[in-house]
Protein backbone atom coordinates (compact mmCIF):
# COMPACT_ATOMS: atom_id res chain seq x y z
CA UNK A 1 0.00 0.00 0.00
CA UNK A 2 1.52 3.46 -1.08
CA UNK A 3 2.10 6.20 1.21
CA UNK A 4 -0.71 8.39 -0.83
CA UNK A 5 -3.31 5.45 -0.35
CA UNK A 6 -2.55 5.27 3.40
CA UNK A 7 -3.21 9.20 3.87
CA UNK A 8 -6.69 8.84 1.74
CA UNK A 9 -7.65 5.88 3.92
CA UNK A 10 -7.09 8.04 7.02
CA UNK A 11 -8.69 10.88 5.11
CA UNK A 12 -11.86 9.29 4.85
CA UNK A 13 -12.27 7.96 8.33
CA UNK A 14 -11.29 11.85 9.83
CA UNK A 15 -13.34 13.08 6.99
CA UNK A 16 -16.96 13.51 8.35
CA UNK A 17 -15.41 13.57 12.47
CA UNK A 18 -13.63 16.79 11.29
CA UNK A 19 -16.54 18.04 9.64
CA UNK A 20 -18.43 17.39 12.32
CA UNK A 21 -16.59 19.49 14.38
CA UNK A 22 -15.77 22.49 12.01
CA UNK A 23 -19.94 22.73 11.74
CA UNK A 24 -20.20 22.48 15.92
CA UNK A 25 -17.66 25.29 15.87
CA UNK A 26 -19.69 27.08 13.19
CA UNK A 27 -23.19 26.56 15.51
CA UNK A 28 -21.40 27.73 19.25
CA UNK A 29 -20.13 30.65 17.40
CA UNK A 30 -23.48 31.47 16.03
CA UNK A 31 -25.47 31.01 19.28
CA UNK A 32 -22.47 31.91 21.31
CA UNK A 33 -24.60 30.51 24.90
CA UNK A 34 -22.54 28.19 26.43
CA UNK A 35 -25.27 26.54 28.19
CA UNK A 36 -27.20 25.66 24.77
CA UNK A 37 -23.84 24.29 23.51
CA UNK A 38 -20.44 24.65 24.52
CA UNK A 39 -17.16 25.18 22.34
CA UNK A 40 -14.80 22.53 20.96
CA UNK A 41 -12.20 23.40 22.96
CA UNK A 42 -14.10 23.89 25.72
CA UNK A 43 -15.02 19.97 25.88
CA UNK A 44 -11.82 19.40 24.62
CA UNK A 45 -10.80 20.87 27.57
CA UNK A 46 -12.12 18.16 29.71
CA UNK A 47 -10.36 15.65 27.75
CA UNK A 48 -7.13 17.31 28.59
CA UNK A 49 -7.58 16.77 32.33
CA UNK A 50 -8.98 13.56 32.66
CA UNK A 51 -7.86 12.79 36.01
CA UNK A 52 -9.22 16.30 37.37
CA UNK A 53 -12.48 16.29 39.63
CA UNK A 54 -15.47 17.73 38.20
CA UNK A 55 -18.18 19.23 39.86
CA UNK A 56 -17.30 17.36 43.46
CA UNK A 57 -18.14 14.01 41.72
CA UNK A 58 -14.54 12.75 41.05
CA UNK A 59 -12.77 12.74 37.51
CA UNK A 60 -14.18 12.19 33.94
CA UNK A 61 -12.34 8.53 34.24
CA UNK A 62 -13.01 7.30 37.84
CA UNK A 63 -16.75 7.88 36.84
CA UNK A 64 -16.36 6.09 33.66
CA UNK A 65 -14.35 3.37 35.39
CA UNK A 66 -17.14 2.98 37.67
CA UNK A 67 -19.92 2.82 34.89
CA UNK A 68 -17.51 0.31 33.07
CA UNK A 69 -17.58 -2.49 35.95
CA UNK A 70 -21.69 -1.94 36.32
CA UNK A 71 -22.25 -2.26 32.83
CA UNK A 72 -19.73 -5.27 32.84
CA UNK A 73 -21.46 -6.63 36.07
CA UNK A 74 -25.01 -6.33 34.68
CA UNK A 75 -23.72 -7.56 31.25
CA UNK A 76 -22.05 -10.32 32.74
CA UNK A 77 -24.69 -11.76 34.83
CA UNK A 78 -26.88 -11.36 31.47
CA UNK A 79 -24.48 -13.56 29.56
CA UNK A 80 -24.16 -16.54 31.95
CA UNK A 81 -27.95 -16.81 31.81
CA UNK A 82 -28.97 -16.21 28.26
CA UNK A 83 -26.01 -18.22 26.64
CA UNK A 84 -26.86 -21.63 28.22
CA UNK A 85 -30.79 -20.72 28.42
CA UNK A 86 -30.76 -20.08 25.09
CA UNK A 87 -28.70 -23.28 23.82
CA UNK A 88 -31.52 -25.48 25.85
CA UNK A 89 -33.83 -23.65 24.48
CA UNK A 90 -32.68 -23.34 20.67
CA UNK A 91 -32.13 -27.42 21.05
CA UNK A 92 -34.39 -28.76 22.88
CA UNK A 93 -38.10 -28.14 21.62
CA UNK A 94 -39.95 -28.94 24.65
CA UNK A 95 -37.65 -26.23 26.82
CA UNK A 96 -38.39 -24.01 23.79
CA UNK A 97 -42.50 -24.35 24.16
CA UNK A 98 -42.24 -24.24 28.24
CA UNK A 99 -40.32 -21.07 28.26
CA UNK A 100 -40.63 -18.93 25.62
CA UNK A 101 -44.17 -17.76 26.13
CA UNK A 102 -43.59 -16.53 29.24
CA UNK A 103 -39.97 -14.91 28.24
CA UNK A 104 -41.42 -12.99 25.28
CA UNK A 105 -44.27 -11.71 27.82
CA UNK A 106 -41.24 -9.72 29.45
CA UNK A 107 -39.31 -9.04 26.34
CA UNK A 108 -41.09 -5.47 25.10
CA UNK A 109 -40.74 -4.37 28.53
CA UNK A 110 -38.38 -0.80 28.58
CA UNK A 111 -35.84 -1.46 31.18
CA UNK A 112 -36.91 1.82 32.32
CA UNK A 113 -40.49 0.28 33.04
CA UNK A 114 -38.82 -2.29 35.74
CA UNK A 115 -37.54 0.83 37.74
CA UNK A 116 -40.38 0.95 40.27
CA UNK A 117 -40.46 -2.38 40.89
CA UNK A 118 -37.15 -2.90 41.00
CA UNK A 119 -36.08 -0.11 43.81
CA UNK A 120 -39.56 -1.87 46.10
CA UNK A 121 -37.33 -5.25 45.29
CA UNK A 122 -34.06 -4.21 46.28
CA UNK A 123 -34.18 -0.47 47.41
CA UNK A 124 -30.73 0.57 47.90
CA UNK A 125 -28.62 -2.43 48.74
CA UNK A 126 -26.08 -2.75 47.25
CA UNK A 127 -22.89 -5.05 46.88
CA UNK A 128 -21.72 -3.98 49.75
CA UNK A 129 -24.82 -4.62 52.24
CA UNK A 130 -25.15 -8.40 50.28
CA UNK A 131 -21.90 -9.56 51.75
CA UNK A 132 -21.96 -7.81 54.70
CA UNK A 133 -19.13 -5.40 54.04
CA UNK A 134 -19.56 -1.93 56.28
CA UNK A 135 -15.94 -0.55 55.69
CA UNK A 136 -13.16 0.25 54.14
CA UNK A 137 -12.04 -0.12 50.35
CA UNK A 138 -13.42 -3.04 49.92
CA UNK A 139 -16.90 -1.53 50.86
CA UNK A 140 -16.23 1.60 48.96
CA UNK A 141 -15.77 -0.60 45.52
CA UNK A 142 -18.79 -2.99 46.27
CA UNK A 143 -21.19 0.31 47.52
CA UNK A 144 -21.15 0.84 44.07
CA UNK A 145 -22.57 -1.80 42.40
CA UNK A 146 -26.42 -1.32 43.59
CA UNK A 147 -28.47 -4.43 43.17
CA UNK A 148 -31.02 -2.24 41.39
CA UNK A 149 -28.33 -0.92 38.80
CA UNK A 150 -27.06 -4.57 38.05
CA UNK A 151 -30.37 -5.81 37.62
CA UNK A 152 -32.09 -2.59 34.76
CA UNK A 153 -28.47 -3.26 32.54
CA UNK A 154 -28.96 -7.28 33.32
CA UNK A 155 -32.71 -6.97 31.79
CA UNK A 156 -31.15 -4.89 28.73
CA UNK A 157 -28.35 -7.15 28.00
CA UNK A 158 -30.55 -10.42 28.72
CA UNK A 159 -32.90 -10.68 25.75
CA UNK A 160 -30.52 -9.68 22.83
CA UNK A 161 -27.84 -12.18 24.00
CA UNK A 162 -30.88 -14.82 24.46
CA UNK A 163 -32.97 -14.22 21.46
CA UNK A 164 -29.16 -14.75 19.55
CA UNK A 165 -28.45 -17.61 21.19
CA UNK A 166 -31.65 -19.05 20.47
CA UNK A 167 -31.69 -18.42 16.65
CA UNK A 168 -28.01 -19.09 16.41
CA UNK A 169 -28.69 -23.35 17.91
CA UNK A 170 -32.20 -23.15 15.96
CA UNK A 171 -30.16 -22.85 12.53
CA UNK A 172 -27.64 -25.33 12.82
CA UNK A 173 -28.10 -27.70 9.97
CA UNK A 174 -29.75 -31.07 10.83
CA UNK A 175 -27.81 -32.49 8.64
CA UNK A 176 -24.72 -31.72 10.45
CA UNK A 177 -26.50 -32.72 13.45
CA UNK A 178 -27.82 -35.70 11.68
CA UNK A 179 -24.21 -36.91 10.22
CA UNK A 180 -23.23 -36.70 13.36
CA UNK A 181 -25.09 -38.89 15.09
CA UNK A 182 -24.91 -41.49 12.06
CA UNK A 183 -21.22 -41.72 12.79
CA UNK A 184 -21.74 -42.27 16.43
CA UNK A 185 -21.39 -39.12 18.21
CA UNK A 186 -22.95 -38.47 21.66
CA UNK A 187 -24.75 -35.50 23.02
CA UNK A 188 -21.80 -34.28 24.77
CA UNK A 189 -19.81 -34.40 20.96
CA UNK A 190 -22.69 -32.58 18.81
CA UNK A 191 -22.93 -29.73 21.49
CA UNK A 192 -18.97 -29.22 22.01
CA UNK A 193 -18.11 -29.96 18.41
CA UNK A 194 -20.88 -28.71 15.83
CA UNK A 195 -23.64 -27.53 18.22
CA UNK A 196 -20.94 -24.38 19.96
CA UNK A 197 -19.17 -23.56 16.80
CA UNK A 198 -22.22 -23.18 14.15
CA UNK A 199 -24.30 -21.22 16.49
CA UNK A 200 -21.01 -18.97 18.51
CA UNK A 201 -21.27 -16.55 15.11
CA UNK A 202 -24.94 -15.61 16.19
CA UNK A 203 -24.35 -16.15 19.87
CA UNK A 204 -20.97 -13.66 18.98
CA UNK A 205 -23.69 -11.27 17.40
CA UNK A 206 -26.07 -10.99 20.45
CA UNK A 207 -23.39 -10.54 23.05
CA UNK A 208 -22.37 -7.75 20.74
CA UNK A 209 -26.14 -6.06 20.76
CA UNK A 210 -26.48 -7.09 24.28
CA UNK A 211 -23.32 -4.95 25.04
CA UNK A 212 -24.64 -1.91 23.29
CA UNK A 213 -28.25 -2.01 25.18
CA UNK A 214 -26.32 -2.63 28.81
CA UNK A 215 -24.28 0.96 27.68
CA UNK A 216 -27.62 2.55 26.78
CA UNK A 217 -29.55 1.29 30.01
CA UNK A 218 -26.36 3.15 31.62
CA UNK A 219 -27.60 6.54 32.33
CA UNK A 220 -31.67 5.24 33.91
CA UNK A 221 -29.35 2.70 35.95
CA UNK A 222 -27.26 5.94 37.25
CA UNK A 223 -30.67 7.84 38.32
CA UNK A 224 -31.94 5.43 40.76
CA UNK A 225 -31.58 6.38 44.46
CA UNK A 226 -28.16 5.97 46.40
CA UNK A 227 -25.67 7.00 43.24
CA UNK A 228 -23.83 9.65 43.55
CA UNK A 229 -21.13 8.41 40.83
CA UNK A 230 -20.64 6.98 37.52
CA UNK A 231 -20.99 8.74 34.05
CA UNK A 232 -24.44 8.55 33.49
CA UNK A 233 -25.07 10.43 37.24
CA UNK A 234 -22.21 12.83 35.92
CA UNK A 235 -24.38 13.91 32.90
CA UNK A 236 -27.47 13.67 34.63
CA UNK A 237 -25.75 16.14 37.59
CA UNK A 238 -23.77 18.15 35.53
CA UNK A 239 -27.59 19.01 33.41
CA UNK A 240 -28.78 20.11 36.61
CA UNK A 241 -25.82 22.62 37.19
CA UNK A 242 -25.97 24.09 33.45
CA UNK A 243 -22.49 22.57 32.68
CA UNK A 244 -23.49 21.35 29.44
CA UNK A 245 -19.76 21.01 28.55
CA UNK A 246 -19.61 18.34 31.68
CA UNK A 247 -22.92 16.71 29.49
CA UNK A 248 -21.04 16.20 26.23
CA UNK A 249 -17.77 14.78 27.60
CA UNK A 250 -19.72 12.32 29.76
CA UNK A 251 -21.58 11.26 26.33
CA UNK A 252 -18.25 11.20 24.12
CA UNK A 253 -16.91 9.44 26.79
CA UNK A 254 -19.84 6.63 26.99
CA UNK A 255 -19.74 6.85 22.95
CA UNK A 256 -15.77 6.13 23.11
CA UNK A 257 -15.92 3.20 25.96
CA UNK A 258 -18.84 1.53 24.11
CA UNK A 259 -16.84 1.95 20.56
CA UNK A 260 -14.03 0.31 21.99
CA UNK A 261 -16.12 -3.13 23.65
CA UNK A 262 -17.83 -3.13 19.80
CA UNK A 263 -14.11 -2.85 18.44
CA UNK A 264 -13.29 -6.16 20.21
CA UNK A 265 -16.42 -7.94 19.65
CA UNK A 266 -15.65 -7.31 15.78
CA UNK A 267 -12.09 -8.17 16.08
CA UNK A 268 -13.33 -11.77 17.67
CA UNK A 269 -16.01 -12.01 14.17
CA UNK A 270 -13.34 -11.18 11.89
CA UNK A 271 -10.55 -13.48 13.73
CA UNK A 272 -12.83 -16.55 14.77
CA UNK A 273 -15.81 -16.44 12.29
CA UNK A 274 -14.26 -15.72 8.94
CA UNK A 275 -15.85 -19.27 7.63
CA UNK A 276 -19.36 -17.65 7.89
CA UNK A 277 -17.98 -15.68 4.95
CA UNK A 278 -17.37 -19.32 2.86
CA UNK A 279 -20.45 -20.68 3.40
CA UNK A 280 -22.66 -17.84 2.39
CA UNK B 1 -2.63 -28.75 81.31
CA UNK B 2 -0.84 -25.33 81.96
CA UNK B 3 -0.53 -24.91 78.70
CA UNK B 4 -4.52 -26.04 77.73
CA UNK B 5 -5.95 -23.50 80.27
CA UNK B 6 -4.10 -20.49 78.60
CA UNK B 7 -5.76 -21.72 75.11
CA UNK B 8 -8.69 -21.86 77.58
CA UNK B 9 -8.25 -18.30 78.68
CA UNK B 10 -7.38 -16.90 75.41
CA UNK B 11 -10.73 -18.39 73.64
CA UNK B 12 -12.42 -16.86 76.53
CA UNK B 13 -11.08 -13.23 75.99
CA UNK B 14 -12.11 -13.29 72.40
CA UNK B 15 -15.37 -14.58 72.95
CA UNK B 16 -15.99 -12.21 75.52
CA UNK B 17 -14.80 -9.54 72.70
CA UNK B 18 -16.41 -11.20 70.03
CA UNK B 19 -19.78 -10.96 72.42
CA UNK B 20 -18.74 -7.15 73.78
CA UNK B 21 -18.75 -6.16 70.00
CA UNK B 22 -21.62 -7.45 69.17
CA UNK B 23 -23.77 -6.22 71.63
CA UNK B 24 -22.33 -2.55 71.16
CA UNK B 25 -22.68 -3.20 67.40
CA UNK B 26 -26.51 -3.99 67.74
CA UNK B 27 -26.79 -1.48 70.22
CA UNK B 28 -26.26 1.32 67.41
CA UNK B 29 -29.11 1.32 64.94
CA UNK B 30 -28.36 1.48 61.35
CA UNK B 31 -30.44 4.45 59.58
CA UNK B 32 -30.80 5.16 56.35
CA UNK B 33 -30.84 8.93 55.83
CA UNK B 34 -32.28 10.50 52.51
CA UNK B 35 -31.53 14.42 51.00
CA UNK B 36 -30.93 15.67 48.02
CA UNK B 37 -28.13 17.14 46.24
CA UNK B 38 -29.32 20.89 46.58
CA UNK B 39 -28.66 23.74 48.71
CA UNK B 40 -31.90 23.41 50.77
CA UNK B 41 -30.52 21.04 52.18
CA UNK B 42 -27.28 22.74 53.31
CA UNK B 43 -27.51 22.38 57.14
CA UNK B 44 -26.99 18.49 56.73
CA UNK B 45 -24.34 19.04 54.39
CA UNK B 46 -22.76 21.16 56.68
CA UNK B 47 -23.18 18.76 59.75
CA UNK B 48 -21.50 16.06 57.78
CA UNK B 49 -18.44 18.25 56.75
CA UNK B 50 -18.32 20.37 60.40
CA UNK B 51 -17.97 16.93 62.01
CA UNK B 52 -16.36 17.49 65.24
CA UNK B 53 -16.28 20.94 65.08
CA UNK B 54 -20.02 20.72 66.21
CA UNK B 55 -18.48 18.55 69.81
CA UNK B 56 -19.90 21.44 71.00
CA UNK B 57 -23.65 21.31 70.63
CA UNK B 58 -23.63 18.29 72.07
CA UNK B 59 -24.32 16.07 68.71
CA UNK B 60 -22.48 15.94 65.53
CA UNK B 61 -21.61 13.20 62.95
CA UNK B 62 -18.31 11.63 62.72
CA UNK B 63 -17.50 10.14 59.36
CA UNK B 64 -17.29 6.30 58.71
CA UNK B 65 -16.78 6.64 54.96
CA UNK B 66 -16.61 10.13 53.32
CA UNK B 67 -20.29 11.06 51.68
CA UNK B 68 -21.49 7.54 52.55
CA UNK B 69 -21.58 6.81 55.94
CA UNK B 70 -21.54 8.57 59.42
CA UNK B 71 -22.01 8.18 62.89
CA UNK B 72 -24.51 10.38 64.98
CA UNK B 73 -22.38 11.11 68.04
CA UNK B 74 -24.53 12.71 71.43
CA UNK B 75 -22.53 13.16 74.26
CA UNK B 76 -19.24 11.49 73.22
CA UNK B 77 -20.99 8.17 72.28
CA UNK B 78 -22.22 7.20 68.75
CA UNK B 79 -26.23 6.47 68.94
CA UNK B 80 -26.68 5.35 65.02
CA UNK B 81 -24.69 5.16 62.18
CA UNK B 82 -26.72 7.01 59.28
CA UNK B 83 -26.24 5.57 55.58
CA UNK B 84 -26.70 8.36 53.14
CA UNK B 85 -29.23 7.92 50.28
CA UNK B 86 -28.78 10.81 47.81
CA UNK B 87 -32.75 10.92 46.38
CA UNK B 88 -32.98 13.49 43.17
CA UNK B 89 -36.63 14.77 44.60
CA UNK B 90 -38.71 15.47 46.70
CA UNK B 91 -41.71 12.69 44.95
CA UNK B 92 -39.09 10.24 45.28
CA UNK B 93 -37.45 10.33 48.70
CA UNK B 94 -41.68 10.30 49.88
CA UNK B 95 -41.90 7.01 47.14
CA UNK B 96 -38.59 5.63 49.06
CA UNK B 97 -40.44 6.02 52.37
CA UNK B 98 -43.53 4.00 50.75
CA UNK B 99 -41.44 1.26 50.21
CA UNK B 100 -39.71 1.13 53.73
CA UNK B 101 -36.31 2.22 51.82
CA UNK B 102 -35.43 5.80 54.55
CA UNK B 103 -35.53 6.25 58.09
CA UNK B 104 -34.61 9.99 58.02
CA UNK B 105 -34.93 12.37 55.16
CA UNK B 106 -34.82 15.69 54.11
CA UNK B 107 -38.07 16.46 51.55
CA UNK B 108 -39.81 19.28 49.81
CA UNK B 109 -43.12 19.58 52.37
CA UNK B 110 -45.83 19.14 49.55
CA UNK B 111 -43.84 15.61 48.41
CA UNK B 112 -44.35 14.49 52.04
CA UNK B 113 -47.95 16.11 52.36
CA UNK B 114 -49.06 13.74 48.98
CA UNK B 115 -46.88 10.67 50.33
CA UNK B 116 -48.84 11.10 54.07
CA UNK B 117 -52.30 11.46 51.76
CA UNK B 118 -51.80 7.86 50.05
CA UNK B 119 -50.97 6.70 53.10
CA UNK B 120 -46.98 6.39 53.51
CA UNK B 121 -45.95 6.44 57.79
CA UNK B 122 -44.09 9.16 57.92
CA UNK B 123 -44.11 12.21 59.66
CA UNK B 124 -42.64 15.92 59.62
CA UNK B 125 -40.29 16.19 62.26
CA UNK B 126 -38.69 19.94 61.82
CA UNK B 127 -38.74 22.76 59.06
CA UNK B 128 -35.52 23.01 57.13
CA UNK B 129 -35.47 26.13 55.24
CA UNK B 130 -37.08 28.98 53.35
CA UNK B 131 -37.29 31.60 50.97
CA UNK B 132 -33.89 31.86 48.01
CA UNK B 133 -36.84 31.86 45.23
CA UNK B 134 -36.20 34.44 42.38
CA UNK B 135 -37.81 35.77 39.19
CA UNK B 136 -35.34 35.50 36.71
CA UNK B 137 -35.29 36.91 33.16
CA UNK B 138 -32.55 36.86 30.36
CA UNK B 139 -29.34 38.57 31.03
CA UNK B 140 -30.10 41.00 28.10
CA UNK B 141 -33.56 41.47 29.46
CA UNK B 142 -34.82 45.36 29.72
CA UNK B 143 -36.57 43.70 32.69
CA UNK B 144 -35.16 45.37 35.97
CA UNK B 145 -37.55 44.90 39.23
CA UNK B 146 -40.92 43.51 39.64
CA UNK B 147 -42.73 46.75 38.67
CA UNK B 148 -41.01 46.67 35.32
CA UNK B 149 -42.27 43.25 35.02
CA UNK B 150 -45.99 43.67 35.89
CA UNK B 151 -45.61 46.86 33.30
CA UNK B 152 -44.36 44.96 30.57
CA UNK B 153 -46.83 41.95 31.12
CA UNK B 154 -49.75 44.53 31.36
CA UNK B 155 -48.57 46.09 27.32
CA UNK B 156 -47.69 42.71 26.16
CA UNK B 157 -49.77 41.85 23.10
CA UNK B 158 -49.69 38.30 24.29
CA UNK B 159 -49.13 36.63 27.59
CA UNK B 160 -45.65 37.00 28.92
CA UNK B 161 -44.55 33.36 29.62
CA UNK B 162 -42.94 31.98 32.81
CA UNK B 163 -41.48 28.99 33.51
CA UNK B 164 -41.74 27.26 36.78
CA UNK B 165 -40.77 23.50 37.69
CA UNK B 166 -43.75 21.60 39.45
CA UNK B 167 -47.59 23.10 39.84
CA UNK B 168 -46.67 22.02 43.14
CA UNK B 169 -43.60 23.87 44.16
CA UNK B 170 -43.18 27.37 46.31
CA UNK B 171 -42.26 29.46 43.01
CA UNK B 172 -44.72 28.78 41.51
CA UNK B 173 -47.60 29.12 44.35
CA UNK B 174 -45.97 32.24 44.98
CA UNK B 175 -45.37 34.14 42.08
CA UNK B 176 -49.04 33.27 41.06
CA UNK B 177 -50.18 34.43 44.28
CA UNK B 178 -48.50 37.64 43.69
CA UNK B 179 -49.34 38.14 39.93
CA UNK B 180 -52.96 37.75 40.86
CA UNK B 181 -52.59 40.14 43.97
CA UNK B 182 -50.86 42.68 41.42
CA UNK B 183 -54.71 42.13 39.55
CA UNK B 184 -52.69 40.76 36.05
CA UNK B 185 -54.32 37.45 34.91
CA UNK B 186 -52.50 34.35 35.40
CA UNK B 187 -53.19 31.46 33.25
CA UNK B 188 -51.83 27.91 32.42
CA UNK B 189 -53.77 27.85 29.23
CA UNK B 190 -51.46 28.54 26.13
CA UNK B 191 -54.92 28.98 23.94
CA UNK B 192 -56.06 31.72 26.69
CA UNK B 193 -54.83 34.61 25.05
CA UNK B 194 -56.78 37.22 26.75
CA UNK B 195 -54.08 36.54 29.66
CA UNK B 196 -51.13 38.62 30.73
CA UNK B 197 -49.02 35.72 32.23
CA UNK B 198 -48.67 32.14 30.94
CA UNK B 199 -47.35 29.68 33.61
CA UNK B 200 -45.49 27.15 31.62
CA UNK B 201 -44.73 23.75 33.53
CA UNK B 202 -41.05 22.80 32.87
CA UNK B 203 -41.27 19.60 34.59
CA UNK B 204 -37.89 19.27 36.12
CA UNK B 205 -35.69 22.24 38.08
CA UNK B 206 -32.89 20.98 35.30
CA UNK B 207 -35.02 22.25 32.22
CA UNK B 208 -35.31 25.59 33.56
CA UNK B 209 -31.96 27.26 33.04
CA UNK B 210 -31.83 25.83 29.02
CA UNK B 211 -35.76 26.84 28.55
CA UNK B 212 -34.67 30.28 29.81
CA UNK B 213 -31.13 30.23 27.52
CA UNK B 214 -33.30 28.65 24.42
CA UNK B 215 -35.77 31.71 24.88
CA UNK B 216 -38.19 28.92 25.32
CA UNK B 217 -39.88 31.42 28.00
CA UNK B 218 -38.94 35.01 28.85
CA UNK B 219 -38.53 34.41 32.49
CA UNK B 220 -37.82 31.71 34.78
CA UNK B 221 -39.47 31.33 38.78
CA UNK B 222 -37.59 28.68 41.34
CA UNK B 223 -36.03 27.76 44.37
CA UNK B 224 -32.02 27.93 45.51
CA UNK B 225 -29.67 27.50 43.57
CA UNK B 226 -31.11 27.69 39.99
CA UNK B 227 -31.66 31.34 40.34
CA UNK B 228 -27.62 31.75 41.18
CA UNK B 229 -26.61 28.88 38.82
CA UNK B 230 -28.61 31.36 35.58
CA UNK B 231 -26.68 34.13 36.99
CA UNK B 232 -23.77 32.97 37.16
CA UNK B 233 -24.01 30.73 33.63
CA UNK B 234 -24.09 34.60 32.33
CA UNK B 235 -27.70 33.35 31.45
CA UNK B 236 -30.31 35.40 33.71
CA UNK B 237 -30.56 38.21 36.20
CA UNK B 238 -33.00 37.50 39.03
CA UNK B 239 -34.96 40.82 39.43
CA UNK B 240 -37.25 40.17 42.64
CA UNK B 241 -36.84 37.85 45.42
CA UNK B 242 -40.10 36.21 46.26
CA UNK B 243 -39.99 37.14 49.52
CA UNK B 244 -40.27 40.44 48.92
CA UNK B 245 -43.78 40.07 46.44
CA UNK B 246 -46.23 42.14 47.47
CA UNK B 247 -48.74 41.82 49.75
CA UNK B 248 -45.42 42.49 51.95
CA UNK B 249 -44.28 39.98 54.25
CA UNK B 250 -47.11 37.87 53.24
CA UNK B 251 -44.81 35.30 51.54
CA UNK B 252 -42.06 35.79 54.23
CA UNK B 253 -41.17 31.62 55.76
CA UNK B 254 -43.10 30.20 52.96
CA UNK B 255 -42.25 26.53 53.64
CA UNK B 256 -40.31 24.47 51.41
CA UNK B 257 -37.92 21.89 52.36
CA UNK B 258 -38.59 19.79 56.02
CA UNK B 259 -37.31 17.04 57.76
CA UNK B 260 -39.20 13.67 57.75
CA UNK B 261 -38.78 10.38 59.94
CA UNK B 262 -40.61 7.53 59.21
CA UNK B 263 -43.35 5.97 61.84
CA UNK B 264 -41.47 3.54 62.61
CA UNK B 265 -38.36 4.70 63.12
CA UNK B 266 -39.61 7.46 65.42
CA UNK B 267 -41.74 4.12 67.40
CA UNK B 268 -38.56 2.32 67.56
CA UNK B 269 -35.48 4.57 67.92
CA UNK B 270 -37.54 8.02 69.81
CA UNK B 271 -33.66 9.04 70.86
CA UNK B 272 -32.08 8.69 68.04
CA UNK B 273 -34.59 10.70 65.85
CA UNK B 274 -34.81 13.63 68.43
CA UNK B 275 -30.62 13.74 68.49
CA UNK B 276 -30.84 14.11 64.76
CA UNK B 277 -33.82 17.09 64.68
CA UNK B 278 -31.62 18.64 67.65
CA UNK B 279 -28.45 18.55 65.02
CA UNK B 280 -30.69 19.88 62.40
CA UNK B 281 -32.19 22.82 64.21
CA UNK B 282 -28.77 23.45 65.55
CA UNK B 283 -27.18 23.53 62.29
CA UNK B 284 -29.79 25.52 60.64
CA UNK B 285 -28.97 28.54 63.26
CA UNK B 286 -25.11 27.83 62.73
CA UNK B 287 -25.71 28.24 58.96
CA UNK B 288 -28.09 31.46 59.45
CA UNK B 289 -25.50 32.82 60.96
CA UNK B 290 -22.04 31.76 58.94
CA UNK B 291 -23.83 32.05 55.37
CA UNK B 292 -20.70 32.20 53.46
CA UNK B 293 -19.30 29.38 55.27
CA UNK B 294 -21.92 27.09 54.86
CA UNK B 295 -22.58 28.20 51.59
CA UNK B 296 -19.07 27.75 50.09
CA UNK B 297 -19.29 24.18 52.32
CA UNK B 298 -22.41 23.33 50.07
CA UNK B 299 -20.86 23.81 46.88
CA UNK B 300 -18.09 22.23 47.63
CA UNK B 301 -20.35 19.23 48.46
CA UNK B 302 -22.23 19.55 45.49
CA UNK B 303 -20.29 20.85 42.92
CA UNK B 304 -21.45 24.36 42.62
CA UNK B 305 -19.35 27.57 42.11
CA UNK B 306 -18.71 29.05 44.97
CA UNK B 307 -19.98 32.34 44.12
CA UNK B 308 -23.37 30.66 43.33
CA UNK B 309 -23.78 29.10 46.92
CA UNK B 310 -22.44 32.57 48.59
CA UNK B 311 -24.92 34.46 46.29
CA UNK B 312 -27.92 32.03 48.27
CA UNK B 313 -30.43 33.72 50.24
CA UNK B 314 -31.86 31.03 51.58
CA UNK B 315 -33.17 30.94 55.50
CA UNK B 316 -32.87 28.23 57.69
CA UNK B 317 -35.79 27.98 60.18
CA UNK B 318 -34.72 25.97 63.35
CA UNK B 319 -38.53 25.84 64.94
CA UNK B 320 -41.43 26.37 62.76
CA UNK B 321 -42.94 29.61 62.88
CA UNK B 322 -46.81 31.02 62.34
CA UNK B 323 -45.54 32.66 59.00
CA UNK B 324 -44.82 28.64 58.11
CA UNK B 325 -47.84 27.35 59.57
CA UNK B 326 -50.04 29.78 57.39
CA UNK B 327 -47.81 28.94 54.14
CA UNK B 328 -48.41 25.13 54.41
CA UNK B 329 -52.34 26.06 55.15
CA UNK B 330 -51.91 27.43 51.68
CA UNK B 331 -50.38 24.57 50.24
CA UNK B 332 -53.09 22.47 51.42
CA UNK B 333 -55.71 24.82 50.21
CA UNK B 334 -53.91 24.72 46.78
CA UNK B 335 -53.41 21.05 46.65
CA UNK B 336 -56.87 20.29 47.46
CA UNK B 337 -57.84 22.94 44.88
CA UNK B 338 -56.01 20.69 42.56
CA UNK B 339 -57.34 17.82 43.24
CA UNK B 340 -54.29 16.17 44.82
CA UNK B 341 -55.19 14.75 47.55
CA UNK B 342 -57.36 11.72 47.73
CA UNK B 343 -57.34 10.16 50.97
CA UNK B 344 -56.13 11.37 54.60
CA UNK B 345 -55.69 14.93 53.78
CA UNK B 346 -58.48 15.41 51.22
CA UNK B 347 -60.79 18.79 52.18
CA UNK B 348 -58.85 19.06 55.33
CA UNK B 349 -57.04 22.55 56.92
CA UNK B 350 -53.52 22.46 58.58
CA UNK B 351 -54.80 22.53 61.59
CA UNK B 352 -56.87 19.23 61.22
CA UNK B 353 -54.15 17.32 59.62
CA UNK B 354 -51.13 18.14 62.35
CA UNK B 355 -52.02 14.68 63.86
CA UNK B 356 -51.58 12.97 60.70
CA UNK B 357 -48.76 15.31 59.41
CA UNK B 358 -46.24 16.06 62.07
CA UNK B 359 -44.70 15.15 65.18
CA UNK B 360 -44.00 17.91 66.98
CA UNK B 361 -42.46 16.30 70.30
CA UNK B 362 -38.80 16.06 68.93
CA UNK B 363 -38.53 19.85 67.58
CA UNK B 364 -40.41 21.26 70.91
CA UNK B 365 -37.57 19.69 73.41
CA UNK B 366 -34.75 21.68 71.15
CA UNK B 367 -33.19 24.00 73.25
CA UNK B 368 -31.02 26.44 71.01
Known amino acids: MGFQSILVRIGAYLLIPVLFLVLWGAIDRQLDNEVILPGVGQVAALFLQPTESLIAMGSLVTNVVISLVRVLAGYLLAVCLAIPLGILMGYYGTVYRLLNGFLALFRPIPPLAWVPLVLAWFGVASLASMFGVEEGKAYLYLNNLKLSMIFIIFIGAFYPVLTSAIHGVMGVRSTLLDSARVLGAGEWDIFRKILLPAAAPSIVNGMRIGLGVAWMCLVSAEMLPGSISGVGYLITHAYTLARTDIVIAGMISIGIVGAVLDLFFRLIEDRKFVWTRLTR | MMKNSKWALLILFFAALFLVHTAWAAEIP ?147 GALKSSGIRVTEDPTNMSAQVLLVDLKETTNMIPALASKQVEAIVGPSPFPEVAVSRGVGKIIVDLRDLPPKGYWHDFPCCVTVASEQTIAKHPDVVQKFVELIAKTNAWCNKHRIEAGTLTAEWIGLPADTAKASKLVFLPKFTKSWMHGADKYMTILNSMGNFTSRLKGKTINEVKPVLFDLRFIDKVKL
Open chain 2, 30 to 176: NLKVGYIFTTHHTPFMVALQKGEAFKSMGVYLRPVVAKDKYELVSNGKPIATLQLIVAKSGAETASLFARNQLDLAMASVTAIMAGVDKGTPMKILSPLQTEGMGLVVPKDSQLKDWNAFLAHAKKAKKPVKVGYHSPTSAPKIVLE
